[in-house]
Nanobody
């Protein structure tokens, strides 16, 4: 299983970006949960948004709720993070994340390599 992010870059405050996470080696129904994390310089990695494997339940960090939207495509291979009204505080490396639990509910975590988002005023 591989997760590959794309879509990062430089953006002005108030602008928009859409990040993509392409999944290979599995489809979303293999995972219990998929989502986006981010890590800013000097800070711990934090959850940004997540979605369940059927795509009908989402959750968001308070800092991005109402501005970011997580979604998946219908073929179960790509997850998106639509980022609107971007703020300086959104500057970070964004990581795609997925969790699979086996029949004994033991988790395996998958991570992408990250994509940089840099916000400037």
């Amino acid at each position: 299983v591989q997760l590959v992010e794309s879509g990062g870059g430089s953006v002005r405050t108030g602008g928009s970006l859409r990040l993509s996470c392409a999944v290979s080696g599995a489809t979303f129904d293999f995972f219990n949960y998929i989502g986006w994390f981010r890590q800013a310089p000097g800070k711990e990695r934090e959850l940004v948004a997540g979605i369940n494997n059927s795509g009908d339940i989402t959750n968001y960090a308070a800092a991005v709720k109402g501005r970011f939207t997580v979604s998946t495509d219908s073929d179960g291979h790509t997850m998106y993070l639509q980022m609107n009204r971007i703020k300086n505080a959104d500057t970070a490396v964004y990581f795609c994340h997925a969790e699979h639990k086996d029949q004994m509910w033991r988790p395996t975590y998958y991570w992408g390599q990250g994509t940089q988002v840099t916000v400037s005023s």
